[in-house]
């Protein structure tokens, strides 16, 4: 059965805006019959990584940190999917995206092999070489917001050897509960998301056609400045009452 473990790094969790993507994807790769596994980084004691390269030269294959990549790290090695769900903090992912990922160093070899002509690690033997996907939303409204968290996946990629399956984006991503609030018909995304999910586990890829739709304009730029403007200045006005 295929493995899928998944990181909501979200300090908001299964209230924020992240999960209304990340949580239907999910379920869609549930239901093409892949075995998910999802683990909040707010709930997981992750310490940074230290430097000392430890897990490299004196214990390899083993950090000397005692906390829960302990637990995380042989699912790691055995997953065939990762899925790093975050929303963008200042043009990257969260800290704690960041600090599970540096953790991640005992899966590599010290070693430098090269690969493409590109000097790299090889992985440790154990570790598997799957995919991995991107679940993200952001609060500004164009899509080029996510461009440095989709170059820094994709060369993570290939430090991991793993394949850059794609990524689940949402710009202005604070419109959604507003809209659904509303009653806003969104259904459609949800749906895109769930099916771009069934789409990796049978077929091995999302396609295009799903990921346009979870990306797709909720309103037009002028209006979504105006209304975030408008309800920054009511939060703000409420102050002085
Ligand atoms: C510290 C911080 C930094 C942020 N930086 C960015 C940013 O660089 N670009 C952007 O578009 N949104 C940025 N945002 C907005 C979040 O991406 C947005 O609020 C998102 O919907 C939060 O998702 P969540 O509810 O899953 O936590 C930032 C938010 C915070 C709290």
């Known amino acids: ?66 906390d829960d990549m302990q637990l995380l790290h042989p699912k790691l090695r055995e997953a065939d999917i990762w899925v790093f769900a975050t929303p963008v903090y200042v043009d990257g992912g969260t800290g704690p995206m960041k600090n599970l990922m540096d953790r991640m160093l ?4 010290p070693f430098f092999e090269l690969r493409d002509g590109h000097c790299r690690h090889p992985l440790r033997e154990g570790t598997k070489s799957g995919k991995v996907v991107l679940v993200s939303n952001c609060g500004l409204w164009e899509m080029d917001n996510f461009d440095p968290l989709l170059f820094h996946m994709r060369a993570l990629c290939e430090n991991v050897s793993r394949e850059f399956a794609g990524a689940l984006l949402r710009p202005h991503g604070e419109a959604l509960r507003p809209m659904m609030k509303m009653g ?47 309800s920054f200045q009511q939060a703000l006005d409420a102050l002085e009452k």
């Open 1 to 66: 059965m295929m493995k899928v473990l998944a990181f909501n790094c979200s300090p908001k969790m299964d209230k924020g805006n992240t999960a209304l993507i990340l949580n239907p994807f999910l379920e869609g790769m549930r239901e093409a019959g892949a075995e998910v596994e999802l683990f909040y980084t707010k709930k997981l004691k992750i310490n940074p990584c230290q430097g000392e390269f430890n897990c490299w030269l004196k214990t390899p294959g083993e950090c000397w940190q005692k």
């Open 106 to 109: 005992p899966l590599l070899q």
């Open 184 to 230: 806003a018909p969104m259904n459609d995304i949800f749906e895109a998301a769930k099916e771009a999910g069934r789409q990796l586990v049978k077929d091995g890829k999302m396609s295009p056609e799903s990921l346009k739709t979870v990306s797709r304009e909720l309103v037009p730029l002028e209006m979504y400045v105006q209304v975030l403007n408008q």
